[in-house]
């Protein structure tokens, strides 16, 4: 699996732009998913652009949950290439230029093989479950309903690994003693409590930051 941060509140690469917001591509299993739009459609497609990312490579664009910085750049990205399948949490409302197929999420559900959404919970947000050789990673939005509810979803597919995205006032870090890696991004308000206490399994995000599992 590679996760690709494409828009992030903070630039790893000097030449890309940082924006209040998250996005990231995520490939596995011959798939590729947009996970979230970031807060603006020319941010995101200029990051794309300059990362070589071909829109038209897309297969699916899979939004966490209905807030702006996460959906902000879906009706510019769906103006450039809309040929794919659009996996919404069934809290969020589908704009007027829709895609292909739309899916409506609220129970869990298979992306496709290996790769799972953990279903809406508590009617806000749903997260990206990928299975790889070394267990489930999950890809997060902003983990609103809280990362202990996102775990216990996403372990229904296998023992959780990985976090990767906003954890937002995330602060009970036993919770995630075990994973083997966290890159806490976005919104998440106490990234210098997790990097100080897991520094060897710590990494930073960032527009730019490609991660491979």
């Known amino acids: 699996m590679k996760v690709t941060i494409l828009y992030d509140n903070t630039a790893w690469s000097d030449d890309l732009k940082a924006d209040w917001g998250f996005a990231c591509l995520v490939e596995?299993?011959?798939?590729?998913?947009?996970?979230?739009?970031?807060?603006?459609?020319?941010?995101?497609?200029?990051?794309?652009?300059?990362?070589?990312?071909?829109?038209?490579?897309?297969?699916?664009?899979?939004?966490?949950?209905?807030?702006?910085?996460?959906?902000g750049g879906l009706v510019d990205f769906l103006r450039v290439f809309n040929d794919l399948r659009l996996i919404v949490p069934s809290s969020c409302d589908v704009?007027?230029?829709v895609a292909r197929e739309v899916v409506s999420v609220r129970q869990q559900i298979a992306v496709a093989d290996n790769i799972y959404s953990?279903?809406?919970?508590?009617?806000?947000?749903?997260?990206?479950?990928?299975?790889?050789?070394?267990?489930?990673?999950?890809?997060?939005?902003?983990s609103h309903p809280g990362l202990g509810e996102i775990i216990d979803a996403a372990s229904t597919y296998g023992n959780v690994v990985a976090v990767i995205g906003g954890l937002h006032g995330f602060n009970e870090y036993g919770m995630i003693k075990n994973l083997e890696l966290i890159c806490a991004t976005h919104c998440t308000q106490h990234i210098s409590g997790i990097r100080s206490l897991y520094p060897d399994r710590f990494m930073e995000g960032g527009a730019g930051r490609v991660i491979e599992l």
């Open 95 to 97: 704009p007027g230029h």
């Open 118 to 142: 953990t279903g809406e919970l508590k009617g806000i947000e749903q997260a990206l479950a990928v299975e790889t050789g070394k267990g489930v990673a999950i890809i997060v939005g902003c």
């Open 28 to 71: 596995a299993y011959g798939r590729t998913i947009l996970f979230d739009t970031g807060a603006s459609g020319p941010i995101l497609l200029g990051n794309m652009k300059k990362m070589n990312v071909d829109p038209t490579s897309v297969d699916d664009v899979f939004i966490s949950h209905a807030h702006w910085d996460h959906t």
